[in-house]
């Protein structure tokens, strides 16, 4: 069984940047691969990004360029750094965990993007 735990949701301006980090607990086996979705009411769960635990990384094309994924492994966490934020950003981020079959997603963190 894993656990995820998301921080650093919140509030901010068209343009601003914010940082979300997901840990991750229990027993947690490599390779495994970490990543982000996201999802707005009324509109399925979808991709932001994702990263393999030997770093390789996958981007949406609506993301690129302004976010960028990576991972402590030794922590066990995964974070996505947003930058040039836009309002079409706005929605429940999840973080998630796979490992072949396996998958786990967090509780989801709130960013809003609006001024």
């Known amino acids: 069984q894993v656990q995820l735990v998301e921080s650093g949701g919140g509030l901010v301006q068209p343009g601003g940047s914010l940082r979300l980090s997901c840990a991750a607990s229990?027993?947690?086996?490599?390779?495994?691969?970490m990543g982000w979705y996201r999802q707005t009411p009324g509109k399925q769960r979808e991709l932001v990004a994702t990263?393999?635990?030997?770093?390789?990384?996958n981007y949406a094309d609506s993301v690129k360029g302004r976010f960028t994924i990576s991972r402590d492994n030794a922590k066990n966490t995964v974070y996505l750094q947003m930058n040039s934020l836009k309002p079409e950003d706005t929605a429940v981020y999840y973080c998630?965990?796979?490992?072949?079959?396996?998958?786990?997603w967090g509780q989801g963190t709130q960013v809003t993007v609006s001024s």
């Open positions: 998630n965990f796979r490992r072949y079959s396996t998958v786990y």
């Open positions: 990263i393999i635990s030997a770093g390789t990384t």
């Open positions: 229990g027993i947690i086996f490599s390779p495994n691969v």
